[in-house]
């Protein structure tokens, strides 16, 4: 008898865990390494862009108003920490019928940034996104520091955020 009620014990504490843990963010995880296509047609592989200072993805499309207003915010702090290490990737989530659009976007707003193609979303989903704009801010080493659901409301939060990373890893 005792021995059942210990194994039920251990169960329920066993699903009450799952349970909890599924309703977590994936905040510092580290996500299975991805490649995705950039403008040209060349390959950009996370893994092999790492280590260098911090990196932020937004997530966004050329249809999203929100995520355009955070290209042009980026764009400023983007020069401001580009000489520092911090990478800036713009992850379209333009399916085939809009990704004719992104390249006229971002050249007419004279954008630097590496700016990739996911038009399945397929790596937005591996970061826990369901919509755009979603931004992550990773660490050198590719670890999760923080996930921004929606349109960022206080830029100045974001660059307190890659300050420290900066100053905990900086770049080479």
């Known amino acids: 008898m005792r021995m059942t009620q210990r194994c039920l ?3 329920f504490v066993g ?4 349970a909890i843990a599924s309703f977590l963010p994936p905040i510092f995880a580290v996500p299975a390494d991805w490649t995705l296509k950039d403008l040209d047609g060349g390959r950009f592989t ?3 862009n790492l280590g260098r200072g911090p990196t932020l993805i937004l997530f966004w499309a050329t249809w ?3 995520c355009k207003q955070e290209l042009k915010e980026y764009k ?3 020069e401001t920490y580009r000489e520092k290490g911090v ?3 713009a992850i379209s989530e333009d399916n085939s019928k809009t990704q004719s659009q992104i390249k006229p976007y971002i050249q007419s707003n ?3 940034f590496t700016v990739l193609l996911d038009p399945t979303g397929e790596v937005l989903k591996g970061y826990g996104g369901e919509s755009i704009p979603h931004t992550i801010v990773l660490d050198s080493l590719g670890k999760v520091q923080k996930t921004f659901r929606g349109k960022i409301q ?3 939060d974001l660059s307190k955020l890659l300050e420290k990373l900066l100053v905990e890893s900086p770049g080479e």
């Open 9 to 11: 014990t251990w169960i």
């Open 46 to 48: 996370l893994s092999e």
């Open 76 to 78: 400023s702090l983007f």
């Open 154 to 156: 206080k830029i100045d």
């Open 87 to 89: 990478q800036v990737l």
């Open 15 to 18: 699903l009450g865990v799952f």
């Open 110 to 112: 004279g954008y630097n």
């Open 64 to 66: 999203c108003r929100p």
